[in-house]
């Protein structure tokens, strides 16, 4: 059996470094064994799906190092690779299952699957679907299909009994069926959820390992039952840990950056971001901690994976870079220098922020050394405009970063809408404004006009900083930080 497997990313939001890590041990796990890696775009969610983060998640992908053998880019003969292009696919497929029994129309309205919930849960039963649709006759589902009612497609579940999962990694789980909702397959707007499309794609494009984060063990159970239902082998399913926040929480950019972005902007170079990942859940023979990607995959073991959270401590990473870099001779060291920052297409951008502000061009580093450095000095005090005080320039600061996070094109004109948008929120004036999101991101009291010096560091570096900012005028506790959400989101569309 050749070995396939492959990520299947959502394209709903900036690359993650979850992405490359799941990524890099899917790589490892076929090259190992002469398999293909395959990359898929899961893009059914209408709504958070944008063309522009599959082509940011692709570039990041590529430029950790890792490739790919058959993709939405490069092709292959199980194409279409991307999701939102499969759709007849899927509701083929739907079909099928209907015919056989084991799917049903649904015609529930939003309001009715509610009351459905309240009632249920007030029964002390899980808030699942109670399955009133699978019992309408032929007839009837018939003649509302017909008069055009809006309807979804669900999966039957059966509603006694158990389903025992084996994940090679965590041996054997088991789920009371009686906790498993009855699945939405088919959505009102013909696109499949991400249960029917991934079981179906994975089936042909002919997947034999998934290996995928923690999160979606408990969708196992449903996948498997689709499998049975189509009368199709499942692959084998692993399921790695989780990236950690130090407090170990779950991954989240409130804590931690966690864009490839961040990392690749911030300095650290690609082999040494696969290396920190491959540290994560993995050990090397002999624990060796430093090595190259083509070391991991030739003596690559998957039961060499340690299952307990891993943390993503960004001292260790800066440790493992810099052993990397150690590594380099000079003139290598001077191309990454180049590849980095140092070429003539970032520099020329560096150029309207510098020009009639040098008296010698030296002076040239000092004016825009935040551009290079990781970090920028700042004191809270300066942050705060006259007349404010410091937990409204947090408050400020932080929708401010909640509508940069918004903006997917990071360009002067985005970002200036960026900012009348809060002040209108706020009641604050654009100066005000400027003066704590300046100092937050440059450190410097005098800076080059400011939305051209933010479009050239990034978003993922400015959004940082700005949380950096936010940590040292206040930190904000978890209910405080419910509030202000709702109140931003409730301003932001009066
Ligand atoms: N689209 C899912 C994600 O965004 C894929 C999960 C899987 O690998 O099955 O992570």
């Given at each position: 059996m050749?070995?396939?497997?492959?990520?299947?990313?959502?394209?709903?939001?900036?690359?993650?470094?979850?992405?490359?890590?799941?990524?890099?041990?899917?790589?490892?796990?076929?090259?190992?064994?002469?398999?293909?890696?395959?990359?898929?775009?899961?893009?059914?969610?209408?709504?958070?799906?944008?063309?522009?983060?599959?082509?940011?998640?692709?570039?990041?992908?590529?430029?950790?190092?890792?490739?790919?053998?058959?993709?939405?880019?490069?092709?292959?003969p199980?194409?279409?690779?991307?999701q939102?292009?499969?759709?007849?696919?899927?509701?083929?497929?739907?079909?099928?299952?209907?015919?056989?029994?084991?799917?049903?129309?649904?015609?529930?309205?939003?309001?009715?699957?509610?009351?459905?919930?309240?009632?249920?849960?007030?029964?002390?039963?899980?808030t699942?679907?109670d399955?009133?649709?699978?019992?309408?006759?032929?007839?009837?589902?018939?003649?509302?299909l017909?008069?055009?009612?809006?309807?979804?497609?669900?999966?039957?579940?059966?509603?006694?009994?158990?389903?025992?999962?084996?994940?090679?990694?965590?041996?054997?789980?088991?789920?009371?069926?009686?906790?498993?909702?009855?699945?939405?397959?088919?959505?009102?707007?013909?696109?499949?959820?991400?249960?029917?499309?991934?079981?179906?794609?994975?089936?042909?494009?002919?997947?034999?390992?998934?290996?995928?984060?923690?999160?979606?063990?408990?969708?196992?159970?449903?996948?498997?039952?689709?499998?049975?239902?189509?009368?199709?082998?499942?692959?084998?399913?692993?399921?790695?840990?989780?990236?950690?926040?130090?407090?170990?929480?779950?991954?989240?950019?409130?804590?931690?950056?966690?864009?490839?972005?961040?990392?690749?902007?911030?300095?650290?170079?690609?082999?040494?971001?696969?290396?920190?990942?491959?540290?994560?859940?993995?050990?090397?023979?002999?624990?060796?901690?430093?090595?190259?990607l083509?070391e991991?995959?030739?003596?690559?073991?998957?039961?060499?994976?340690?299952?307990?959270g891993?943390v993503?401590?960004?001292q260790?990473?800066?440790?493992?870079?810099?052993?990397?870099?150690?590594?380099?001779?000079?003139?290598?060291?001077?191309?990454?220098?180049?590849?980095?920052?140092?070429?003539?297409?970032?520099?020329?951008?560096?150029?309207?922020?510098?020009?009639?502000?040098?008296?010698?061009?030296?002076?040239?580093?000092?004016?825009?050394?935040?551009?290079?450095?990781?970090?920028?000095?700042?004191?809270?005090?300066?942050?705060?405009?006259?007349?404010?005080?410091?937990?409204?320039?947090?408050?400020?600061?932080?929708?401010?970063?909640?509508?940069?996070?918004?903006?997917?094109?990071?360009?002067?004109?985005?970002?200036?809408?960026?900012f009348?948008?809060?002040?209108?929120?706020?009641?604050?004036?654009?100066?005000?404004?400027?003066?704590?999101?300046?100092?937050?991101?440059?450190g410097?009291?005098?800076?080059?006009?400011?939305?051209?010096v933010?479009?050239?560091?990034?978003?993922?570096v400015?959004?940082?900083?700005?949380?950096?900012?936010?940590?040292?005028?206040?930190?904000?506790?978890?209910k405080?930080?419910?509030?202000?959400?709702?109140?931003?989101?409730?301003?932001?569309?009066s």
């Amino acid at each position: 059996m050749t070995v396939r497997v492959r990520i299947a990313p959502s394209p709903t939001g900036s690359p993650h470094v979850g992405t490359a890590y799941i990524a890099l041990f899917n790589y490892c796990f076929a090259k190992s064994q002469g398999g293909s890696f395959i990359v898929r775009i899961e893009d059914t969610d209408q709504e958070r799906s944008d063309p522009k983060y599959e082509q940011m998640i692709m570039d990041a992908l590529r430029w950790t190092g890792l490739s790919w053998d058959e993709g939405p880019d490069i092709g292959g003969p199980h194409g279409p690779y991307r999701q939102s292009e499969r759709t007849s696919i899927y509701r083929q497929h739907a079909e099928t299952l209907l015919a056989k029994g084991h799917a049903y129309h649904c015609f529930c309205t939003p309001d009715t699957l509610q009351a459905i919930r309240a009632v249920r849960f007030s029964q002390g039963l899980s808030t699942g679907y109670d399955g009133r649709c699978a019992r309408l006759t032929a007839e009837e589902v018939l003649r509302r299909l017909r008069e055009g009612e809006d309807h979804i497609i669900r999966m039957l579940v059966p509603e006694q009994g158990a389903c025992v999962i084996h994940d090679p990694l965590r041996g054997e789980v088991t789920f009371d069926y009686s906790v498993i909702d009855h699945q939405v397959l088919l959505k009102s707007d013909g696109f499949p959820t991400y249960h029917l499309a991934n079981v179906v794609d994975d089936h042909l494009m002919g997947i034999t390992h998934v290996i995928r984060g923690e999160e979606w063990l408990p969708s196992l159970p449903k996948h498997l039952l689709l499998y049975q239902y189509f009368e199709w082998d499942a692959p084998v399913v692993y399921h790695l840990p989780l990236l950690r926040n130090e407090d170990k929480s779950k991954l989240s950019k409130r804590k931690n950056p966690t864009s490839i972005l961040y990392y690749r902007d911030l300095g650290i170079i690609p082999e040494a971001l696969l290396n920190f990942l491959g540290l994560m859940a993995y050990s090397m023979p002999g624990e060796r901690e430093v090595f190259q990607l083509e070391e991991m995959v030739a003596g690559f073991d998957i039961k060499r994976m340690s299952l307990s959270g891993p943390v993503f401590d960004l001292q260790k990473l800066s440790w493992v870079n810099q052993q990397h870099l150690a590594q380099l001779t000079a003139d290598e060291l001077m191309k990454r220098l180049i590849d980095w920052k140092l070429n003539p297409e970032y520099m020329a951008q560096l150029m309207p922020m510098v020009a009639k502000r040098m008296h010698r061009l030296g002076d040239f580093m000092e004016l825009c050394d935040f551009v290079f450095y990781s970090d920028v000095k700042v004191e809270a005090e300066d942050m705060v405009p006259k007349n404010r005080d410091q937990d409204g320039t947090r408050d400020m600061l932080q929708m401010f970063v909640w509508e940069l996070e918004k903006v997917i094109d990071f360009h002067e004109e985005a970002i200036e809408q960026a900012f009348k948008t809060v002040a209108q929120i706020e009641n604050w004036s654009l100066r005000e404004i400027t003066q704590a999101v300046r100092i937050a991101v440059t450190g410097k009291v005098v800076a080059p006009p400011l939305f051209g010096v933010m479009a050239v560091i990034g978003s993922d570096v400015c959004r940082n900083r700005l949380m950096h900012a936010i940590q040292l005028l206040a930190p904000l506790g978890k209910k405080k930080l419910a509030k202000l959400q709702e109140h931003y989101e409730k301003n932001r569309i009066s």
